[in-house]
């Protein structure tokens, strides 16, 4: 998993809390501890150790009072390696054997989640896009249904970094998000943030007429939001690239449908931006 900064990774660890008595972030080469949600002592005597998937390992060991679970699993934080830490205490053998099972599950579930999640928008990330479009785009092939594909930006986005920063413009991401999260119903589809303020909107089983109207209406969600920042008023509006494949097209890989979106895109901002092309 890689997480851009320290503070994303603890944000992102908060969902796992509940599940785990300790959680630690350390850091690969000096072992030493970045992060700690309990400062108790969980010293390990004979432990026992499993490796799975992720290039997780679990670890089953004893102190004095009790069973402890250690599952390790390596991460990338800013671009230093580190580890992740989930500890549970378990009282007694009988705990262990019924835990185990649930808690690699719940392991599995939620690392799964963390790896295909962008940890500043909540968004969908990149490395979903690569798994899941190709699926879509196969399984609305098969039932001769279309595969429509919005790609997004936000208008003059690295001005408004250079001008007002990077807190300002992780803000803006984040804004461009939520409208994506109300917008994008779990019947129509999914979004994913690509990279940078580039984002995609899958819709299998919608035709172009549709996909043009949900990408409007996005659009206009976004352009009637208004920021003060530094005492000045701020807007923001978005481009968007509309791209329909059908089988026919002969079209199955993610890069190239990225490049066809990305030639809409193209379009639309060259005709003046906060529009949608088809």
């Not at 102190?63 to 934080?77: E, K, M």
């Not at 003060?228 to 190239?256: A, E, H, P, W």
Request: aromatic share 8%; net charge positive; hydrophobic share 40%.
């Amino acid at each position: 998993m890689i997480f851009e900064s320290m503070s994303q990774a603890i944000a992102s660890m908060q969902m796992l809390q509940r599940f785990y008595s300790v959680i630690r972030i350390k850091d690969t080469g000096s072992a030493e501890i970045l992060y700690d949600s309990d400062n108790s002592d969980m010293t390990h005597k004979n432990p026992v150790s499993f490796t799975g998937q992720y290039n997780a390992a679990l670890t089953i060991s004893k102190n004095d009072h009790s069973i402890i679970l250690t599952t390790t699993i390596p991460v990338s934080i800013g671009g230093r390696s580190c580890y992740l830490e989930l500890i549970q205490r378990a009282v007694n053998d009988n705990e262990v054997n019924q835990s185990t099972s649930i808690k690699q599950k719940n392991i599995i579930h939620h690392m799964r989640k963390l790896a295909i999640t962008d940890s500043l928008t909540n968004l969908y990330n990149r490395r979903y896009i690569y798994e899941q479009l190709p699926i879509d785009l196969a399984w609305a092939f098969q039932n001769d249904n279309p595969v429509s594909v919005i790609y997004a930006d936000i208008d003059y986005f690295k001005e408004i970094n250079d001008k007002y920063g990077h807190i300002v413009g992780d803000y803006m991401l984040k804004e461009v998000a939520d409208v994506l999260h109300q917008q994008v119903q779990k019947k129509d589809g999914w979004a994913a943030r690509y990279g940078g303020d580039e984002f995609l909107i899958c819709l299998p089983s919608i035709n172009k007429t549709t996909a043009a109207r949900i990408a409007n209406r996005i659009r206009k969600a976004v352009e009637v939001k208004q920021f003060i920042i530094d005492s000045n008023l701020l807007k923001m509006t978005c481009s968007f690239g509309v791209q329909t494949i059908y089988k026919r097209n002969g079209v199955n890989t993610v890069d190239k449908v990225i490049e066809l979106v990305d030639c809409k895109l193209y379009q639309a901002k060259n005709k003046g931006r906060n529009r949608v092309v088809v």
